[in-house]
Each structure stands twice: as C-alpha cells, then as structure tokens.
C-alpha cells in the first residue's frame, strides 16, 4: 500500500494538536493530578498538601471495607458482561434469521445504549420497586420475595439487570453486523454438508463473530468498573449494607462526601490500573483464540 | 445415483415470478449444464433443487422422492458454490471433512476418507492449510473434495469457474468431467459461459426469462435452436439474422432488399408466405465475388481470430459476419457477395420466434462447417 506524508512536519503537528490537546486536558492532566493526590495528604478546602508516599495504598489494601468493594465490582462486571452479551447475541442470532423489517428493529435497538445511566437507573427503580412498581404485584403474589432495599443480592441483581439491559442494545448492533458480514453462502455451503440451525451456530457463525466478540467483551468489561456510577447513584445508593458499593461509586462517596480526595484518588489510581490489567490480560490470552479472517 | 424430475416448477419473489412452470427431466448419471444470461433463473432453478430457496409452485422429485418439504442435508446432494464459500477458520481437511464430522463418522476414519479424497484432487500436502492460504484454483479444489466426501447422488455446481482466470478454468472444466465420469452421480452444472456448456454437458438446457426454450444434446442445441433467443445465444461468433419472406414457388426467401435465399422444396413448400426470421451462422457463409452469391453486401470492418478471419458485412442497414479461413481485408464500403447453402439455412417464425421445420431432415442438419468457403 502507499502511504502519503506530509513534507512539512509542522502541518502535520497543526492537525494533529487538537486532539492531543483535548487527551491531555481531559485525561492526562486530570490522571497526572489523581496520581500526584494519591501520594499526598489534600486538603479539602486547599492550602498546601503534605507528602504522604503510599500511606494512602497501604490503608486501602488493608481495609476490608475496600476489599468488599473490590469484590462487588467484579461481581457486578462479570454479570453485566454475560447477560448483556449473552442476551444482545442471542438476539442478533435471532434477527441474523432476516426477520421482516429487521432493518427498523435495528434502529429501534441501538436508543438504549443512548440513555443515560442515571434515567435508565430512575426507570429500572420504579420497575424494580418493592412497594410501587411492577415488582410490588409479584411481591403481592409471594410476600417478600422480591427486597433490594434490605437483600443485598436483590439489590446487586437489579444494577447487573439495569446495566446490562443499557449494553445490550451497543452490543446487539455489533454482534448483528458482524453476523451479517458472514457470507450467506458459508450458511449454506454448512446447510448442505448437513448441519443444522444450532450446529451452525456453533461450527460457522459463532467462531466467525469472535472477533466481534472480544471487541464487544473489552468494552463491556471496561464500561461495566467505569461507566456503572449513575446506575448505583440513582438505585441504590451503594447499599444495602454496602451491597452494591462498586468502586467508581465508592470513590465518589469518599471522594465527594467523605472529602477524603487523597483516599479517592489512590483508589481511583488502582481502578485505572484494574482496567489496564484486565484489558492487557483480553488481549493476551484472549485475542489468541480469535480468528480474524 | 439419481434422476431428478422438475414438473411445473415456478418461483415467485412478492409479486414478481421468476421462473415460469418449468419441466424437466434429468437421467440417472446425466451431466446436465444450465445455461442462460444472468437473470434467466438458472440459479434459482439450482437453489430449489439443493433446497436453498423455496419452491413456489410444482414439484421436484430426486430418486423417485418429492423434497419440496426436505431440508437440503436430507436430498443427497452436494453443491460448489461459485464463490467456493470454504470455511476461513478451518484446515483444508476440516473443510472438506465437515460434512462427515456432522454425520458423526469417528475421527480416525473421517481422516482417512479426507486424505483419499484429497490425494484424489491433488490437495494432500495442503490439507494442514487455511483456505486463506490457497490459490484459487486450489480453493476451487476443496470445494470439489468437500462435495466428493459425501458422495452425492446429485452433484451440484452454481457457475463454480466464473471466478478463475481463462486457463485455469479450461483445467478445472475437465477435471470436473473427469471427477464426473470417475464418480458417475448426476450433474447439474449452471454457467452463463456456452464453452464451458457445450463442453461439459451431456444435456444442456437453455433457459431464457424464467422459461426453458430448449433441451437438447450441444450438438442439437447448436444445429437445431428451437428458438431465436437459443440461436443468439450458442454459438460464437453469434448467428446472422435477416428477415424476409417464404415463396414456394421460388424455393427461397425473399429479403426486402430484393435479393433470394435459397431453402429447400420440403421447407419452402411448409411456410409459403409466411414471413420468417432467417437464421445464418457466421461459420456456414463464405465471401465471393460482388454480384454473385446469394446476398450483396458492403464490407464494414475486418477481426482477426488467429486460425479464422471474421467479416464485418452489411447487407443493407442489417449487420451480417462472415467467419472464414480464407482471410480477406477489403476497404470499408467495398462490394461483396455472400455465398448461403439452401442447407445451413434455420428458418423461424417471426412473431413466436420458434423455430420452423418441415419434418425432420426438412432442414438439414449440418455439422459444425469446416471453414465454409
């Protein structure tokens, strides 16, 4: 292939300036700060900090309170990721089927992931509600059997439910055009060899769509330790009994109404390290099974 | 081994009909080849066969069997798609062993099969490759092995060659008839490309908008087309056609431009009056002098074919080729004539198209002419 380059190294600087300005104000120097506030005492309404070198870690990891929260994001993480992925493919197998009007359904599929977390949090409370919402009726048929504000698993399954239900539609919309990229005619060519819907399934589309896959698996992963606050927020407040406290969520809390920032920030320091380390694992044991055609 | 019976088979999209009741029979062990321009519904006509597409209307039997209602896995055939469709994420031996892994063959045998089968198409020190990695002409080859393995009774093949270069899709033509005649199942072999029709088939089945216009050995197709649109389309260089009309009395045809083409009594006695389509090969004619032959002409332009000469002619406003070994290049607008044998004549009716014969043998059936001079 060809390549063009630009003679003047400068114009190239100009284009490029915009956006490495927008990265460093929006991530670099906020994760510089995070970094540098980590490693001192802040205080609250400014005024000089002290140099603290890693007090702030070593507390964390010592703290059971923080392990907790360790342990529900990755609880949280791991159920998002398999019922939003799980159910978006099972749909876009189902779709993948040329259903009539597939095209719309689409369309109509992809506005989910286009609602902010804090609304979709405000409407699965009602629908998840004991006493007000759709649940109260089940509730009304077996007494008490449905209480995410005092069983703390009821409460974790309502966020993984909410925040799955907000990735399903993004992850449809790839599963769906990673299978309709598969050449009808391999679906074919199988169907004469003889196998059936659900052989198929298995020995042609679903190996084919693991690229897809494992795109959709890393930005599941990473949205479901950062992109979960506004559902916690707005359901259940990190509780019941720090049932539902993740780590972004807890940050905030420490962070914001503890005024605890340098705390804060050590803890968001490790949640960004967390992401890198999951993500560097996808990629190094993952991808290998993967087959890009 | 089986025959395959295609009675009143229609296909209908919505509201469009594509493929208009069509009858069929193929033998036991037939190569048959479709042939036909995109869009006529030989594809389609295929698809219905192996179970790819609905049938509409009508029926279709394989072996004495209706599959209308059949899955394609439950019809015993095979199919090469055009564009080979081999599994990317598979070893050439998974590929071609995929239909027995289904079937749940054990393994130690299915690998066994595969290498025979793959030895038998030239393919065994490639079986540990992806398809990725293969020629197209080898790609074209596990596709032909995967079908093999199963051991069809029908074989099918949906244009499997358009997608190679000329040589290697003349190498592959006989290697395909060479599988055939070693493994004898039934083919069904659609293609666009008449050598590569004339030269497989058996049989070969002309469709043209969704309807067969014939059915008929290469030889019978290209000496005796049924039709206008069969005449046009085999052959090549492509046929001549002049109107005019039958006189008896005359023993010819006469064209507008006031000159006589001679016919036979027997098919000039049939259609008196009528006026007909007259259908003249280019290889059947040959160049004389002006004032002499049967037709006047004016030359146009002049191609070379290697072994052969193709005259450009006019007669009148209507173009007309003259394809001979006896290369002449005359200036545009020079006068010529046309030398037409009453017997390389075929005569068809003008509004129908169909062809017009007075009884077999009213129009001679000629051989392919050896440079007609």
Redesign the interface.
């Known amino acids: 292939m060809r390549r063009a380059y630009f003679k003047n190294n400068w114009i190239a600087a100009a284009l490029v300036l915009p956006q490495l300005l927008i990265i460093f104000v929006f991530f670099y120097w906020p994760t510089s700060q995070a970094v540098f506030w980590s490693l001192t005492f802040e205080q609250p309404w400014g005024g000089g900090n002290d140099w603290a070198g890693l007090h702030h870690f070593r507390e964390l990891l010592s703290d059971s309170l923080y392990w907790q929260s360790v342990r529900v994001s990755l609880v949280y993480a791991a159920g998002t990721t398999v019922l939003g992925m799980g159910l978006a493919l099972i749909l876009a197998l189902f779709v993948d089927r040329q259903l009539r009007g597939y095209r719309q359904y689409r369309v109509g599929m992809i506005w989910p992931y286009a609602v902010a977390a804090p609304a979709i949090g405000l409407a699965f409370r009602y629908i998840f509600n004991p006493t007000a919402g759709v649940m109260a009726y089940v509730n009304q048929v077996w007494d008490g059997i449905w209480d995410p504000i005092l069983t703390g698993w009821h409460a974790m399954a309502m966020i993984v439910i909410a925040g799955a239900w907000k990735n399903i539609a993004y992850n449809f919309i790839f599963f769906l055009a990673g299978l309709q990229s598969i050449?009808r005619?391999?679906i074919?060519?199988?169907?004469?060899?003889?196998?059936?819907v659900m052989?198929r399934m298995r020995?042609?589309q679903l190996?084919?769509l693991t690229p897809t896959f494992f795109f959709i698996l890393v930005i599941n992963i990473t949205d479901s330790f950062t992109d979960s606050f506004g559902i916690v927020d707005t359901m259940t407040n990190g509780g019941p009994a720090r049932a539902t406290n993740l780590m972004v969520y807890k940050i905030y809390v420490d962070g914001f109404e503890g005024q605890n920032y340098s705390s804060a920030a050590a803890q968001s320091v490790i949640l960004m390290v967390l992401v890198i380390l999951l993500t560097f694992v996808q990629f190094r044991y993952i991808e290998r099974r993967v087959?890009y055609? | 081994m089986a025959d395959i019976s295609i009675r009143d088979v229609r296909k209908v999209y919505g509201k469009d009909e594509v493929i208009h009741g069509v009858n069929l029979a193929i033998h036991n062990g037939e190569f048959i080849v479709i042939l036909g321009p995109s869009g006529c519904g030989k594809s389609t006509l295929l698809r219905m066969i192996a179970g790819l597409e609905d049938i509409s209307g009508g029926e279709i039997a394989i072996a004495g069997t209706v599959v209308n209602d059949l899955e394609p896995r439950e019809r015993g055939c095979a199919m090469v798609f055009q564009n080979y469709a081999l599994y990317p994420h598979m070893t050439v031996g998974g590929n071609i062993g995929y239909a027995l892994k289904v079937a749940g063959v054990k393994r130690a045998e299915r690998d066994a099969k595969v290498r025979a089968v793959a030895r038998s198409v030239g393919l065994e020190e490639f079986i540990d490759r992806k398809p990725g990695q293969l020629s197209g002409g080898q790609r074209q080859r596990v596709a032909m092995a995967r079908a093999i393995i199963r051991e069809p009774k029908v074989f099918l093949f949906d244009e499997p060659l358009s997608n190679l270069d000329a040589k290697l899709r003349v190498q592959m033509r006989h290697e395909i008839r060479r599988i055939h005649n070693r493994i004898g199942a039934t083919s069904v072999f659609v293609t666009h490309d008449q050598h590569e029709g004339m030269t497989l088939a058996d049989r070969m089945v002309i469709m043209n908008k969704g309807t067969i216009d014939q059915v008929g050995t290469p030889e019978e197709v290209y000496n005796r087309p049924a039709t206008t649109y069969v005449a046009g389309f085999i052959g090549s260089p492509a046929m001549n056609f002049l109107s005019g009309e039958v006189r008896a009395g005359e023993s010819a045809v006469a064209l507008a431009d006031g000159s006589r083409i001679a016919l036979t009594p027997a098919a000039a006695r049939a259609f008196d009056g009528r006026l007909v389509q007259i259908g003249l090969r280019p290889e059947a004619l040959a160049l004389c002098a002006p004032g002499e032959g049967a037709l006047r002409a004016r030359f146009d332009f002049y191609e070379e074919m290697g072994s052969d000469g193709l005259h450009h002619l006019m007669v009148e406003d209507v173009p007309l080729s003259v394809l001979s070994a006896h290369k002449q290049r005359m200036p545009e607008g020079q006068e010529v004539g046309v030398t037409v044998p009453p017997e390389v004549v075929h005569l068809f009716d003008v509004e129908s198209g169909q062809r017009l014969e007075a009884g077999p043998g009213a129009v001679a059936t000629i051989k392919r002419m050896e440079h007609a001079e």
């Open positions: 050449p005619s391999l074919e060519a199988s169907a004469m060899d003889g196998s059936g052989r020995d042609i190996p084919l087959h055609s």
